[in-house]
């Protein structure tokens, strides 16, 4: 029952190049949308999130945008520096059944090189 | 300074153990989180307590029992290991239960 899918395992980019990885869901009931970004050997660091009524959230080099009508949340990195390369993990938010907390619904990842 | 500390980082055991995994959090977070991370990278989560209180408890066997002393700290025991135990556990926090979430660097879990 995966509802948050990350369809491209790996993306290699050009350093100084655009970046964008791309993440679906299918529960029009998430509200809230994040990006983690995950080097090896190391828990998940959140990077960027986007509350569902709005369409864009940026925060330096890092844009996520949100497509509620197609389920679809992108991050887009420009420029893409070496120091990028690493796991990103989109995650998506919602009240859990009972109401006493949230329910986070993770992707798969996807493996960003940056080439130098 | 650790903000999430999980303990131990590596985990090799055989099958029908017993075993626990610590996490402690220094953030002053109200949420911890237990999640499972396969070897698919699928993270999914386990448990989550607020102030000491059991949130969510997603479809994990009984064998797998959270225990919240306080609010800065959430371990987990598993009894009687299983082969399909073997994953990535990872401990995490948050302000509020709708906060992004700080993660421990992950116990890595190989039963033989």
């Known amino acids: 029952d995966q509802q948050v899918k990350q369809n491209s395992p790996s993306l290699s980019v050009q350093e100084g190049r655009i970046s964008i990885l791309n993440c679906d869901y299918t529960?029009?009931?998430?509200?809230?949308f994040l990006w983690y970004k995950k080097y090896p050997a190391e828990g998940p660091t959140f990077l960027i999130s986007?509350?569902?009524?709005?369409d864009k959230n940026e925060d330096g080099r890092f844009t996520v945008f949100l497509n509620k009508s197609a389920k679809h949340l992108s991050l887009h990195i420009v420029p893409s520096q070496p120091g990028d390369s690493a796991v990103y993990f989109c995650?998506?938010?919602?009240?859990?059944?009972?109401?006493?907390?949230?329910?986070?619904?993770f992707g798969t990842g996807t493996s960003l090189t940056v080439i130098p | 300074d650790t903000a999430v500390s999980q303990t131990p980082k590596y985990l090799v055991t055989q099958m029908g153990n017993d075993k626990s995994i610590k996490c402690e959090q220094n953030?002053?977070?109200?949420?911890m989180y237990w999640y499972k991370q396969d070897s698919k990278k699928f993270l999914k989560i386990m448990f989550s307590?607020?102030?000491?209180?059991?949130?969510i408890n997603e479809t994990v066997p009984n064998r797998f029992s959270p225990k919240s002393p306080d609010k800065a700290h959430l371990n987990l025991h598993i009894n009687s290991l299983e082969l399909g135990d073997s994953a990535v556990y990872f401990c995490?926090?948050?302000?509020?239960?709708?906060?992004?979430?700080?993660f421990g660097d992950g116990t890595r879990l190989s039963i033989l």
């Open positions: 995650a998506d938010s919602r009240k859990n059944l009972a109401n006493t907390g949230n329910q986070f619904y």
């Open positions: 307590y607020n102030n000491k209180e059991l949130i």
């Open positions: 995490a926090s948050s302000l509020l239960g709708d906060q992004p979430q700080h």
């Open positions: 986007i509350s569902s009524i709005k």
């Open positions: 529960n029009s009931m998430f509200d809230y």
């Open positions: 953030l002053g977070h109200d949420t």
